[in-house]
């Protein structure tokens, strides 16, 4: 099993509304990582998890709020966003930790595409 | 935050034609990634490069891995229209500040007419 998997594919999400995001690899991965991304531009980092620790916060709103149960899965909380926040959400693992060197590509999911309303 | 100079940002190319595109840095990395993205799904990993002057082959595409570390290029061989989409280059250094993070291009838009 060499995937990345996500759900749900759509969400539209009003600006009072608590939903979930969710991601699952099952590589033995022991990094994994939340991104952003708009139309037609890379992938903005937005958490890092290594070996189940929060590693990496690239000074995101608290209105997102990462979670990893387990080595196997990612959850990110989200809650009172705003119209802006819609995007392609898009969650991706490596095989080591942050500092596993240069052996450490990382493996995308399909993403979630998120409508703010 | 820094990204790599991706070139060129679109391409418009007929079926069968070869394509180049390349990123530069102005900092050196240990291993350059080239992803596909199809619209509305997740970029997928096409090319792994870890060696300085690696030339690595999959199927129709080759990468390479430039000597100074600060560069890399992507060709495709006789485009098809399923090559159609975005193409990025990424950089992953294994040390310093930013050890772990992937530091993107801007992007290359592959169109491919038939």
């Known amino acids: 099993d060499t995937e990345v998997t996500q759900t749900p594919k759509h969400l539209v999400m009003g600006m009072t509304n608590k939903k979930s995001l969710k991601c699952e690899q099952h590589m033995g991965h022991r990094a994994m990582y939340w991104y952003k991304q708009k139309a037609k531009k890379p992938p903005e980092l937005m958490f890092v998890?290594?070996?189940?620790?929060?590693?990496i916060n690239e000074s995101v709103p608290s209105r997102f709020s990462p979670e990893c149960p387990n080595s196997s899965l990612l959850n990110l909380h989200l809650h009172a966003l705003q119209p802006e926040d819609s995007a392609l959400y898009l969650c991706a693992s490596s095989q080591y930790g942050l500092a596993g060197g240069s052996y450490n590509e990382q493996f995308f999911g399909p993403g979630t595409r998120l409508t703010v309303l | 935050g820094q990204q790599l100079n991706q070139s060129p940002q679109s391409m418009f190319i007929q079926e069968g034609e070869d394509v180049s595109m390349n990123c530069t840095s102005s900092s050196i990395f240990n291993t350059w990634l080239w992803y596909k993205q199809d619209p509305g799904e997740g970029p997928v990993l096409l090319i792994a490069l870890y060696k300085a002057g690696e030339l690595t082959s999959n199927g129709r595409l080759t990468a390479q891995f430039g000597i100074t570390r600060k560069d890399s290029f992507l060709n495709i061989s006789a485009s098809i229209p399923s090559d159609v989409g975005i193409y990025f280059c990424?950089?992953?250094?294994?040390?310093?500040?930013?050890?772990?993070?992937?530091?993107f291009g801007q992007g290359t838009i592959l169109t491919v007419h038939p």
């Open positions: 998890y290594s070996y189940e620790k929060l590693s």
């Open positions: 990424a950089g992953l250094r294994a040390g310093g500040t930013s050890y772990g993070k992937l530091t």
